[in-house]
């Protein structure tokens, strides 16, 4: 019912950035709650950002505040998550999620998710 692809992960240096884009179809997303999350090698999955697409709520992991910035472009249907003074703990396989509901923060209320990017943060 609603496919979500993401983009932009890639190798980068500690202290700099990179912008993750989840592309939404099959479905409008006026109701719906976007999620990023992340999961290392050998951890569970984690939440790192969501956005209420409807109510322009956002709410972030205290790990990634004041360094990850999750918005929106309604006009396409597609959710960013633009990541600033990466470190190499934030080394992971980055997804995206989407629930037709308001905002949570665990992996378990989600309905759709992407295939994931990697994200790999060099010391």
């Known amino acids: 019912q609603v496919q979500l692809v993401e983009s932009g992960g890639g190798l980068v240096q500690a202290g700099g950035s990179l912008r993750l884009s989840c592309a939404a179809s099959g479905r409008t997303f006026s109701s719906y709650a976007m999620g990023w999350f992340r999961q290392a090698a050998g951890k569970e999955r984690e939440f790192v950002a969501a956005?209420?697409?409807?109510?322009?709520?956002?709410y972030y992991a205290g790990s990634v505040k004041g360094r990850f910035t999750i918005s929106r472009d309604n006009a396409v249907n597609t959710v960013y998550l633009q990541m600033n003074s990466l470190k190499p703990e934030d080394t992971a396989v980055y997804y995206c999620?989407?629930?037709?509901?308001?905002?949570?923060?665990?992996?378990?209320?989600?309905?759709?998710w992407g295939q994931g990017t990697q994200v790999t943060v060099s010391s």
């Open positions: 956005f209420s697409w409807g109510g322009g709520n956002t």
């Open positions: 999620a989407a629930r037709s509901s308001f905002l949570a923060t665990l992996p378990s209320d989600y309905d759709y």
